[in-house]
């Protein structure tokens, strides 16, 4: 069975490889990048378990290790501070034994800068150190400078303050025996999920196996189907509104399917046609694609027009669908883990599809953003609430 045009959950910008040489280079660029989001991920834990213990004049002082001399910190209620000496007198006036910061699950990224270091990102959330309660939330971002193997922070930014969206006391937390009930009832192999509030990611987690022996976690890909045509569609309208291509104009004069290469009505097909599906395509043709009705005669949900419509875009901007996804709709919208083709750094991350009787399948994994197989993370970002 096909599906529409797909999308792939990434972390980064990578091709599809062509040779075995292009595929070892892609893996071992994946493996670069998730060393360095664990090294990063790590140097944040230890910055932020000193913030948190800053009273203490020596947890302070620590803290103080993962800053540049001349680090510079921007603050949206607070201001600018030049040094790490004057964004320690704040720390220490303002933070120290008055609340704690908690990094929110699943939201931080990290990305490479080039003989230089790296650049992370995500949301924390800071609790009352007298009440507990966890209420304000922001955004962040760190510059970090290796320098020798030594890391340091030399810019830093904190902004988008806020109320936090969870509700003193309540919890979205699930009883993993309940779902476990759930999965066996109606034969679901894993599933993943995220509750969120107001933008904020509230509670994540995974049951189940996303293949034999394989537990399920929130990291793992799930082919998503259909749902990457809200994602296409959102790609086209971004198109549409930079002028590269028109809602109305004949696709038929950068694109035809060569099995429909001699019925007239392929000059009637639009932009407009198949993101409303009136192509009058079926869903997906057996052997050869051909027309059921007549173009805008009546509504026909069809994948084909979706594929149609990719093609269309490839050859008249000189681009496929997914690089322009990539530039206009998931980086974005913070969308690292969301891909339409396959990437190296998949391996041992997907959900292998099963048939009712919970047989596991192949997977299908596709290099082209046509006729294949999607996959996705759940990856909500205070930025985007994925419709996915």
């Known amino acids: ?60 002082q620590k803290h103080a290790t993962f800053f540049s001399p ?14 790490r000496d004057a964004m320690l007198a704040n720390t220490q006036k303002y933070a120290c034994g008055n609340y704690t910061r908690q990094l929110v699950p699943d939201t931080l990224r990290v990305s490479p800068v080039k003989d230089y270091g790296a650049i992370s990102t995500g949301t924390h959330r800071f609790c009352q150190t007298s009440s507990g309660k966890c209420e304000g939330a922001a955004e962040f971002v760190m510059i970090w400078h290796d320098i020798n193997g030594t890391w340091e922070v030399t810019r830093s930014l904190s902004y988008g303050h806020r109320e936090n969206s969870v509700v003193p006391g309540e ?31 509230t509670y994540a987690d995974a049951f189940g196996d996303a293949q034999q022996g394989v537990p399920a976690t929130v990291a793992t890909l799930y082919n998503i189907a259909s749902l990457a045509k809200p994602i296409s569609a959102e ?64 509504f026909g949900y069809s994948g084909e027009g979706f594929e149609y419509l990719a093609r269309f875009i490839q050859a008249k901007t000189k681009h496929p669908i997914d690089y322009w996804a990539e530039q206009l709709v998931l980086a974005p919208l913070g969308m690292r883990q969301t891909s339409y083709v396959g990437q190296a750094w998949f391996n041992g991350r997907i959900a292998f599809p099963h048939d009712a009787e919970g047989k596991q399948l192949k997977r299908q994994i596709g290099k082209s953003p046509w006729h294949q197989t999607t996959f996705f993370q759940r990856q909500p970002t205070t930025q985007f609430l994925s419709p996915l």
């Open 1 to 60: 069975m096909k599906t529409s045009t797909a999308i792939t959950a990434i972390t980064l910008w990578a091709a599809a490889a062509t040779s075995a040489y292009a595929a070892q280079d892609a893996s071992a660029q994946g493996a670069l990048d998730v060393a360095l989001h664990r090294k990063i991920a790590k140097l944040d834990s230890d910055l932020f378990d000193a913030f948190n213990k800053c009273a203490d004049p020596a947890q302070l």
């Open 235 to 298: 790609v086209a309208m971004q198109l549409v509104a930079r002028g590269k291509i028109s809602l109305d104009e004949k696709m038929s004069t950068y694109w035809t399917d060569p099995d429909i290469a001699r019925d007239p009505r392929r000059n009637l097909l639009t932009p407009r046609l198949a993101l409303s599906h009136r192509t009058g395509f079926p869903n997906w043709r057996t052997k050869t694609l051909s027309f059921d009705r007549s173009p805008g005669a009546s």
């Open 70 to 83: 001349n680090t510079e910190f921007y603050h949206d209620n607070g201001g600018v501070t030049w040094t």
């Open 171 to 201: 919890t979205n937390r699930l009883v993993e025996s309940d779902v476990a009930q759930i999965l066996k009832d109606k034969r679901i192999q894993s599933i993943s999920f995220a509750f969120l509030r107001n933008g904020m990611l």
